[in-house]
């Protein structure tokens, strides 16, 4: 791939991935609360970002690539399939504005274990123990994902995985200065605003591929 197809195809799709991943990832829940509260004590900060990142990702590939499989076995299956992600995109999106409606705030976790295999099994358990984490990554990230050309599948997950190392990194390395944006009700308001806006417009491209035949 050229410079010139690299701009055309690869990035866009890059970014795609990108920004559907961020949407699902930022959202005051239980696994944020907890890096947050790492992030604060400086307490294995490192591995506990590491897990959730290799978490989103390895399943992010697989959910691509059994989506992929699954589209590959007939094209009804792959306009339901893009109908369903569209129609839980726009879902999702709606539920972030109307969530925007009214205040809330993400405050670090209470409590936690003082050894690195404390730290990671909390994180597992926030992490693998939520069925939202594989709705989105397996499921959402995996359906859109595989609606990409085949050549282009490893760009959307790397940008979806860029989402998770970005996000991940911040909420844990940056925990001091982030807190108190965190805090602000405000602040997620806007947040909410801006991922639902995102996760319509994301909506509206799958609608070609579940139109296509038709």
């Not at 410079?3 to 890059?14: I, M």
């Not at 358990?125 to 990409?148: E, M, R, S």
């Not at 994301?202 to 139109?211: F, G, N, Q, S």
């Amino acid at each position: 791939m050229n410079s010139t197809d690299f701009v055309a195809h690869a990035v866009p799709v890059y970014v795609q991935g990108l920004t559907l991943s961020l949407g699902l990832i930022v959202a005051i829940g239980a696994q944020n609360a907890f890096v947050l509260r790492q992030g604060l004590r400086r307490e294995h900060v490192l591995g506990v970002v590491l897990f959730c990142v290799l978490a989103d990702v390895v399943m992010m590939g697989t959910g691509v690539a059994g989506m992929a499989q699954a589209l590959s076995a007939s094209a009804a299956v792959a306009r339901a399939l893009a109908l369903a992600g569209g129609a839980f995109l726009a879902v999702y999106g709606a539920r972030a504005l109307l969530r925007a409606r009214h205040a809330g705030a993400l405050q670090a976790a209470a409590g936690g274990a003082a050894t690195l295999r404390g730290a990671l099994a909390q994180a597992a358990a926030f992490t693998l123990l939520n069925p939202h984490f594989y709705l989105d990554t397996v499921l959402l990230i995996g359906n859109v994902g595989a609606q990409q050309p085949a050549g282009l599948r490893g760009w959307f997950v790397a940008g979806a995985g860029s989402g998770s190392v970005i996000w991940f990194t911040l909420l844990g390395f940056g925990a001091r200065w982030l807190a108190p944006w965190f805090a602000r009700p405000r602040a997620w308001q806007w947040l909410d605003v801006l991922t639902g806006a995102t996760m319509c417009v994301l909506a509206v491209t799958l609608l070609p591929h579940a139109l296509h035949g038709l």
